[in-house]
């Protein structure tokens, strides 16, 4: 993903980019297409990009190891500016330089590094996921289990022993 700049007039620009994930090199558990938007400050010696991200990725539920599609949204700004880097560059800051003659931006690099970013530690298909019956196996979201129906509180096995007694009456 490409801005040209060369001939680009002094001033705010605004721009809507769309492409498959696979053009700016990005993959699984990428899908589908990032949707770019972006607003570029254009100044006589200096290009500031403030960028969005928007993806898809299919990841696999830590609880439930089911799978699921997430939407993914980050924000970056990066100033670019034209000129010679010096030395001691502060590579923390998110400033790049540019050659006086250069005529377009790539973008892929900082989209990859931020998409990468935004994949969250931990995924899960939905906060109140139930994830698995840790005897059984089974997926709790789907319903309970026998296993889970016999786990009786110990402060009433009492009562279900006079409940049993009762019943085998
Ligand atoms: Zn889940
Ligand atoms: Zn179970």
Redesign the pocket.
């Known amino acids: 993903m490409v801005i040209k700049i060369n001939n680009l007039k002094e001033g705010l620009h605004h721009y809507s980019l769309e492409e498959p994930v696979e053009n700016v090199g990005l993959e699984n558990p990428f899908t589908d297409s990032v949707k770019v938007e972006l607003n570029l400050q254009k100044l006589h010696n200096q290009v500031v990009l403030e960028t969005s991200l928007n993806l898809q990725a299919l990841f696999e539920c830590d609880r439930c190891n089911e799978a699921f599609l997430s939407n993914l949204q980050t924000d970056y700004k990066i100033v670019y500016l034209f000129g010679e880097s010096p030395d001691d560059e502060d590579e923390s800051l998110n400033v790049v330089y540019l050659p006086l003659d250069v005529s377009e931006i790539v973008l892929d690099n900082d989209i990859r590094d931020y998409a990468m970013l935004a994949i969250p530690m931990k995924k899960l298909c939905n906060d109140e996921c139930q994830g698995l ?6 997926n709790l979201n789907t319903g309970s ?4 129906n016999n786990k009786i509180d110990p402060r009433w096995l009492p009562l279900n022993d006079l409940k049993n007694k009762i019943d085998n009456n």
């Open positions: 019956c840790p005897s059984c196996g089974k289990c026998l296993c889970s």
